[in-house]
C-alpha cells in the first residue's frame, strides 16, 4: 500500500508539471479559495482486532483553495481540523478515545459536467499531526489506554461530490469523503498493538469563491458559448 502511495505521489507530480507546461492547450485557470465544514463516522484498524459497533461523530472544518487547470483536471488543497477517535465495550462497561487533528489533504481534482451542474472525483494523499486527545473510561481495557506514541498522520484521501456553479454567488458543494491513515497512534508491539491505524468517513458540505485572474474572465465566456468544462 505505501509503494502505492509513492507511486501516485510521482504520477501527481509529473501530471501536475504536464498541466502547466501545455500552455497552448489550457483553459484559461479557474481558481477558487472557500471554506468547508461537516462531520466525520470515525473507527480504527486494530491488529488484534477490537469490537467497534458504534463510529463517534466529530467536527470537520477548515478552508480550502482548488485551481482547475485543463479541462477536467485540477488540483485541491485543504486545511482542517479534523476530530477522529474510536469507541468500543467489555462486559458492558465501555472506552472511548477521541483524536483532534490539524490536516492537509491535497487532491488531485477530476470534475465532469457543464458550467453549472458539476460531479468531481478526488484523491490525493492527507498529513496531519495530533493537537489533542482525550480519554473516556469505564472498562479495564489498559491496551486501549495506551499513550500516544505517534502525532504525525499521513495516508490517502478519496472524495465524491457534486457542486452547483453560480456567477455571482460563489460555488456550493456536498463531498463524501473517505480517509485511510497508514500511521500508527500507538507504539507497534507484540504485547499490545501491531496495527493502529485511524478511518474516518467525512460528509461535509462546502462554498467557495472564485479568484478573478489578471487577464479576466475569457474562460468562462468561452464555456458559456457552448466550450462546457
Known amino acids: 500500500m505505501?509503494?502505492?502511495?509513492?507511486?501516485?505521489?510521482?504520477?501527481?507530480?509529473?501530471?501536475?508539471?504536464?498541466?502547466q507546461q501545455t500552455g497552448n492547450t489550457l483553459i484559461l485557470p479557474e481558481h477558487a479559495v472557500g471554506v468547508t465544514g461537516?462531520?466525520?463516522l470515525s473507527f480504527f484498524n486494530f491488529k488484534p482486532v477490537v469490537s467497534q459497533p458504534r463510529m463517534p461523530i466529530g467536527v470537520n472544518v477548515g478552508v480550502q483553495y482548488r485551481m482547475i487547470l485543463e479541462k477536467y483536471f485540477g488540483l485541491w488543497f485543504q486545511l482542517n481540523y479534523d476530530q477522529r477517535g474510536f469507541k468500543t465495550s467489555l462486559n458492558g462497561k465501555y472506552i472511548a478515545r477521541g483524536f483532534d487533528y490539524i490536516e492537509l489533504p491535497i487532491f488531485a481534482h477530476f470534475t465532469?459536467?457543464?458550467?453549472?451542474?458539476?460531479f468531481h472525483f478526488d484523491m490525493g494523499p492527507s498529513f496531519g499531526y495530533m493537537i489533542h486527545e482525550s480519554e473516556a473510561v469505564e472498562s479495564e481495557l489498559k491496551e486501549l489506554s495506551l499513550p500516544v506514541a505517534h502525532r504525525f498522520d499521513w495516508g490517502v484521501t478519496g472524495m465524491l461530490g457534486f457542486e452547483v456553479?453560480?456567477?455571482?454567488a460563489g460555488i456550493y458543494m456536498i463531498n463524501v469523503r473517505y480517509n485511510s491513515s497508514f500511521a500508527n497512534v500507538f507504539t507497534r508491539s507484540y504485547q499490545d498493538f501491531s496495527l493502529s491505524t485511524?478511518?474516518?468517513?467525512?460528509?461535509?458540505?462546502?462554498?467557495?469563491?472564485?479568484?478573478?485572474?489578471?487577464?479576466g474572465y475569457q474562460a468562462y465566456d468561452l464555456r458559456a458559448k457552448g466550450r462546457d468544462l
Not at 165 to 168: D, I, Q, R, V
Open 2 to 19: 505505501k509503494r502505492l502511495f509513492l507511486i501516485f505521489l510521482l504520477s501527481l507530480t509529473v501530471l501536475s508539471l504536464r498541466c
Open 38 to 40: 461537516g462531520i466525520n
Open 112 to 118: 465532469f459536467g457543464k458550467r453549472i451542474f458539476r
Open 165 to 168: 456553479n453560480t456567477a455571482k
Open 198 to 215: 485511524g478511518q474516518s468517513i467525512t460528509i461535509n458540505a462546502g462554498w467557495m469563491w472564485r479568484i478573478k485572474p489578471k487577464n
